[in-house]
Antibody, heavy 125, light 110 residues
Framework: QVQLQESGPGLVKPSETLSLTCTVS????????WSWIRQPPGKGLEWIGY???????NYNPSLKSRVTISIDTSKNQFSLNLSSVTAADTAVYHC???????????????????WGQGTMVTVSS | QSVLTQPPSASGTPGQRVTISCSGSSSNIGSNTVNWYQQLPGTAPKLLIYSNNQRPSGVPDRISGSKSGTSASLAISGLQSEDEADYYCAAWDDSLNAWVFGGGTKLTVL
């Protein structure tokens, strides 16, 4: 079955760029959209953004100026770059596969059916 | 402050039925489908409900979802100790052009 695995540094210095990669195994990265979602310690979930397999992206307006998500279909991977990080960016970062529902000829985002286990990233000097 | 509003906590005894509410607005729940996730301690969220009331394969039918207007609910019947977890609702928001989540509800099985 499809599995997702995040990888990247667990510690990032303030003002630097957080970079994570999600590797998709057991299936193709094509025909779905792929998201990053984070969860600060003891807090709730926050959607960061998604990328479609074609390369089109959509970012959370609150993070848009600092976020870039890219995809490498040849490696079955997609990546997150978050620039100018502060302590507020300390969180568990999950990658997730997005579902699309379709009805009456139109399609719409309909949740996240497969999640990576998450990777803790701490922003500290 | 989360865009979707959930009660911070809920509880029940084994065998009981509990419901968790999720309140939104016309730009999110009112116009789009609702999902529900279960998060056990130290694990990734798991999709419980999509398209308001559909269960992925493997989710038992004692778990159900519903939506009315700008609110949604998750119901768990025949409560079991393994249901003790955090539950989150989510929906796409057309005004924000973003996914939004509820703040989460911690379910305790007494």
């Amino acid at each position: 079955q499809v599995q997702l695995q995040e990888s990247g540094p667990g510690l990032v210095k303030p003002s630097e760029t957080l970079s994570l990669t999600c590797t998709v195994s057991g299936g193709s990265i094509s025909s779905y959209y792929w998201s990053w979602i984070r969860q600060p310690p003891g807090k709730g979930l926050e959607w960061i953004g998604y990328i479609y397999y074609s390369g089109s992206t959509n970012y959370n307006p609150s993070l848009k100026s600092r976020v870039t998500i890219s995809i490498d279909t040849s490696k079955n991977q997609f990546s997150l770059n978050l620039s100018s990080v502060t302590a507020a960016d300390t969180a568990v970062y999950h990658c997730a596969r997005g579902l699309m529902g379709c009805s009456g000829g139109s399609c719409y985002p309909d949740g996240f059916d497969i999640w990576g286990q998450g990777t803790m990233v701490t922003v500290s000097s | 402050q989360s865009v979707l509003t959930q009660p911070p906590s809920a509880s029940g005894t084994p065998g009981q039925r509990v419901t968790i509410s999720c309140s939104g607005s016309s730009s999110n729940i009112g116009s789009n489908t609702v999902n529900w996730y279960q998060q056990l301690p130290g694990t990734a969220p798991k999709l419980l409900i999509y398209s308001n009331n559909q269960r992925p394969s493997g989710v038992p039918d004692r778990i159900s979802g519903s939506k009315s207007g700008t609110s949604a609910s998750l119901a768990i019947s025949g409560l079991q100790s393994e249901d003790e977890a955090d539950y989150y609702c989510a929906a796409w928001d057309d005004s924000l052009n973003a996914w939004v989540f509820g703040g989460g509800t911690k379910l305790t099985v007494l």
